[in-house]
Structures are given as C-alpha cells and as structure tokens.
C-alpha cells in the first residue's frame, strides 16, 4: 500500500532573476503593484508607481543587488532557500516532498504548488516564512496561496502555519546564532533590526497600538486587542530572544529599517537608533535582524554595508552583523518540528 506524501511549501517573498535593471524593474513593479504592500487606493499606486518608483528606483536598486550577488550561486534569498529546503527535505525523509515558493519572481508559489499536487501529495503543509505576522508580507502570500490553490481539480487538504515570532525552537535557534558575537562590555550594545511598515497598516491590524507607533514607544505584550500587531510581535521576539541570552533591558534596542516613501513608518528607525548610541558613547553594535529568517538585500547590503558605513562615520569602533537563520542545523530542526506536528 502506498504511504500518503505530505508536501511542504517554503515561501518566502523573492527575488529579481538577475541583478540588472531590467530584471529588478520587473520584480519591483510585481512586488509594488500588490495592494497589500501600497495600500493606497489603485489609482494613487498606480501614479506612484509609474512616475514615482520605477522611472527611478530599479537602477539604484540594481546596483546594491550586484553588491551582494554571488557569481556563481546568484541571490542569496534564492540560495539560503534552496539549502534550507534541500536540508528539511533530509530530515523530514521519503514521506515529505519540500519545495519553494516565492511570492513575486522565481520560483513563484504557484511553481511549488504545481509541484507538490503533480507529486501527488495528499496534503501540503504552507509556511510563510515571516516570523511576525504582516498583511503585506504574510498576508500578501497567504493570498496568493489561496489564489493559486482555488483553481486546482485535484485539491488537497491544505494548511497554513504562519505567525511563529514566540516559537521556542525558533527563539532558542536565533539566540543560539546571535550567541557567539554578544558583547563583552558596557560599551557595547545588541540592535534587533525588524522591517519597518506604515503606521496606517498597524492601524488596521490594531488600533490600540496607534498612539504608541506615534510615538516610537515600545508595545505592550500581546493580547486579543493587538494580535494581529506586527509591531507588538517584534517587540515580543526581541524579549524572548534576550530573555534567552540573559540581557538585561539597557543592553539591546529594536529598531526598524527599510522605509519607503514619506509617508509615516514605524519606528525607531535603525539610522536614529546608531545616532543615539553614538551619543550615548557606545562604540561597537551587534545587529541581528529577526524578522527575516534568509540573508538577503535588507541584511547583507543595507544593514552590512550601509548601516555599517554609517556607523564607523559616527566615530564606531566595531559593527557586527549576525547572519539570519539561512539553513542552520537548529533552525531546519525547529521547522521540522512544526511541521510534523501540524501533520
């Protein structure tokens, strides 16, 4: 009798083909053309878009993914996804089909997808790979996902497992990573880096939380108010993951990175975040950044390179980047974990 496959579906949210101009044109008008992402009405994307963003913005962009591009490997999205899988699908075995599937570009969800039902797996097992629940990230390939599955004849059982910010196997793997680069001293200091959103998307979500995005404080701790606060959950990782490396509240800050735009975004952004601690006389920052679980443009060019330059501009000594999750041993562990209880 033949043992029922159950397949598994990384998705993460992509990257350009190629790091030329127009490959990432291309990748950014899917990506900005979602209205999740620009939540504004269709018309002002649209302007925003085509005479804002893309008459301008792919050439720049294009030149900081040549920065990181490996010239044999290619996008280290792409790469640290595909070694993330190839190490699941081991651990997991026969009876598990892994495969990938990126939200814009490729491979695209309904790429993986096809290769899951054409496996003929009886059950497909999605994980957002975002820690912390956004709708412009999450909820954006969630979307998508249901899009693509809804057409299919053959449909089978499907579910979705998201919002993994507090899970233990995922705190203990990033504390575990950020462990050998902690500071030895008073001057220095731990910066958890999350991507930043508009507030009027955390409006959405939740109300409560309006008045503390304003005002760049922390969040309160998660309740049935703020659930779905994508804020509230960065500042909940960031206590798990310290609370697991023994530090104390004086020894790290969140902070957030990758604004676009003019509109209002939340904070404190990662650039006034290095300004303080230079003015408080902290010489060497760790970052870690939790929210993104692979190496990609966000970590390695504009928090390794140009968050870095900024800091040794300010007078720092020393700045650490601790890399993501990528395919750590932990890591593959702890999603092997979630799936096979969701199974």
């Not at 790091?19 to 009405?41: C, G, M, N, Q, W």
């Not at 979500?205 to 960065?234: L, V």
């Amino acid at each position: 009798m033949n043992k029922t496959k159950i397949g598994v579906l990384l998705i993460n949210l992509g990257t350009p083909d190629n790091p030329d101009t127009k490959a990432v044109r291309r990748y950014l008008r899917e990506f900005l053309s979602d209205p999740r992402v620009i939540d504004l009405p269709w018309i002002v994307r649209k302007v925003l878009l085509h005479l804002f963003i893309l008459p301008f913005r792919p050439r720049k962009s294009a030149a900081a993914y040549r920065a990181i591009w490996d010239k044999q490997k290619g996008s280290p999205l792409l790469f640290h996804s595909v070694a993330l899988k190839e190490a699941l699908q081991a651990t997991l075995g026969a009876s598990y089909q892994v495969e990938i599937g990126m939200r814009y570009g490729n491979p695209h969800i309904n790429a993986g997808v096809d290769k899951l039902l054409q496996a003929k797996c009886q059950e497909i097992i999605a994980l957002p790979l975002f820690p912390q629940y956004s709708s412009a990230a999450s909820g954006s390939a969630i979307q998508a996902l249901l899009k693509s599955y809804a057409v299919k004849w053959n449909m089978a059982a499907l579910s979705i497992k998201d919002q993994f910010y507090k899970n233990d196997g995922y705190i203990a793997a990033k504390a575990e990573i950020i462990k050998p680069f902690l500071p030895q001293n008073e001057k220095s200091h731990v910066v958890f880096s999350y991507h930043s959103l508009p507030v009027r998307q955390i409006q959405k979500s939740s109300q409560e939380c309006a008045k503390t995005c304003f005002e760049n404080k922390p969040c309160s701790q998660i309740g049935t108010n703020n659930y779905f606060c994508y804020r509230a959950q960065c500042f909940e990782t960031s206590r798990l993951i310290a609370q697991h490396l023994g530090l104390l509240e004086n020894q790290y800050t969140v902070a957030f990175q990758s604004r676009l735009g003019r509109t209002v975004w939340i904070g404190p952004d990662i650039q006034s975040v290095l300004f303080e601690l230079r003015q408080q006389k902290t010489e060497n920052v760790v970052i870690a950044c939790p929210s993104f679980v692979a190496d990609c443009l966000e970590t390695i060019e504009e928090i390794g390179m140009r968050a870095k330059e900024q800091w040794l501009a300010l007078g720092g000594h020393e700045f650490t980047l601790v890399p993501c999750l990528n395919a750590h041993p932990l890591w593959v562990k702890a999603l092997a974990k979630i799936i096979t209880q969701s199974a």
